[in-house]
């Protein structure tokens, strides 16, 4: 058994979770998260899709 974990914004659940079935990937858990952007210098740009400092995204991890 291998342990994979998948980020993903809310509004992609469905679709992500369709390309794990289709792929015979199971599923045991599903979190919400809201992702939170501190710094101004990022390392990862448009990682939150939010250019600004304090950006908020709800995401979700399978």
């Not at 015979?24 to 939150?48: A, M, P, Q």
């Amino acid at each position: 058994m291998k342990l994979t974990v998948i980020l993903s914004i809310k509004e992609n659940h469905d679709r992500v979770a369709e390309l794990l079935d289709h792929a015979g990937v199971k599923r045991f858990s599903t979190i919400h998260i809201t992702g939170h952007k501190k710094d101004k210098e990022s390392h990862l740009y448009n990682w939150f899709g939010e250019s600004s400092a304090g950006a908020k995204t709800n995401s979700i991890m399978f």
